[in-house]
């Protein structure tokens, strides 16, 4: 929104820098710290009067879980409002995919939002069923990869990119939905999935979130893309505004969410925040890389599919307990150790993502 002052600049006035995506980035990441900041104890309040007894606790998880019942949950509501605020005051509202990411982001946090009520108001774990989150879910996912088939040039559209190789695509024609909303759900339930312990993966997502944001910068900028040889896809760019105002909201929220918690993000935040990576791995031609940068999420996803299916099959577990972060706290590990030590993981996939730019 506030890019169109850019018009008002003459020479070298103040309003001139609002031209630069660099700029309006670092001013939606500080708009959002703040944001977060501001309403994060206030949120916090509201949702704990509201809630009650706040997110229900697994009867069959970890015994140190039992010590975090009361606290509440749908803090994923202060990550969108900042990330709402900053991105509708900085970026270029004429964009499409701003508005695919928006789209995807906050229909994914609407699904996770009915979840969290259903359980604080249930004061069960089950929430709505599964079946109609994931359905809903592909029904945003397929309207967003039609949008976005529909926003990329000529030359992209309905392409699989591949990283390392240079300019090479696959044209995946009437299948480029379908693989858009494979990525697109596929990273919201997985990060869904991470998030089982305080901290444990909102700072993975911001990681990630950087990481793209980067690439996404990197890809809309034709001298960037020609250097590095890959795909050029004209506007992306535009989304280093929506992932700097992932960061400045997700760094507010952790403000509150370090151990021990005074708030869960709730699949409101984890849903959505998990849509937009994939939202924007699809509009950046990057969806294999994002298989690299959120590896972290892919293995935590694994590890249930792993553990389902082995049960099933010979009635025995492959992990002591599934997501796998549930695993090494019943080896023992503690808490504060799993986070910091996913953490540092998620770090050394993103920079293994990131060398993929230029090793063409």
Do not use: C
Not at 59 to 85: E, N, R, W
Not at 92 to 101: A, G, M, S
Not at 232 to 246: D, K, R
Not at 308 to 327: C, E, N, Q, S
């Amino acid at each position: 929104m506030l890019y169109w002052l850019s018009g008002l600049a003459e020479g070298g006035d103040l309003f001139n820098l609002f031209r630069y995506i660099t700029f309006r980035a670092g001013a939606a990441f500080f708009t959002a710290l703040i944001f977060g900041f501001l309403f994060g104890r206030p949120l916090i309040d509201l949702l704990r009067r509201r809630q009650g007894k706040g997110q229900p606790i697994r009867d069959d998880g970890p015994q140190s879980h039992f010590a975090k019942a009361g606290t509440p949950t749908m803090g994923g509501l202060l990550i969108l409002s900042a990330i709402l605020v900053s991105t509708l005051l900085w970026a270029r509202l004429d964009n499409p995919y701003i508005w695919i990411v928006l789209f995807v982001t906050f229909g994914f946090g609407l699904i996770g939002f009915a979840d969290d009520y259903a359980k604080v108001t249930k004061q069960n774990t089950k929430g709505v069923s599964s079946r109609v989150r994931f359905l809903l879910g592909l029904l945003i996912a397929a309207l967003a990869g039609g949008m976005a088939a529909y926003a990329h040039p000529a030359d992209l559209t309905n392409q699989l990119a591949f990283p390392i190789f240079k300019n090479a695509l696959l044209n995946l024609g009437w299948f480029f939905v379908p693989f858009a909303m494979v990525v697109i759900v596929g990273a919201a339930n997985a990060v869904n999935l991470t998030d089982g312990l305080d901290g444990l993966a909102i700072m993975p997502v911001m990681i990630a979130g950087a990481t793209l944001g980067i690439i996404a910068y990197a890809v809309g900028r034709s001298d960037f893309t020609e250097y590095l040889g890959v795909h050029y896809v004209p506007g992306s760019g535009e989304i280093l505004i929506f992932t700097a105002a992932l960061i400045g909201g997700g760094l507010g929220f952790l403000w509150y969410n370090a151990p021990p918690a005074a708030v869960f993000m709730g699949d409101t935040g984890s849903l959505a925040l998990g849509g937009a990576l994939g939202a924007i791995a699809v509009v950046t031609k990057h969806e294999i890389v994002l298989a690299i940068v959120g590896g972290l999420f892919v293995v935590e996803a694994l590890s249930v599919i792993i553990q389902v299916l082995y049960f099933k099959r010979t009635g025995k577990r492959v992990f002591l307990m599934a997501p796998i972060h549930h695993h090494f706290e019943k080896k023992g590990w503690a808490e504060p150790q799993i986070v910091i030590r996913f953490w540092i993981i998620s770090l050394i996939l993103a920079l293994i993502g990131l060398a993929t730019l230029k090793l063409r």
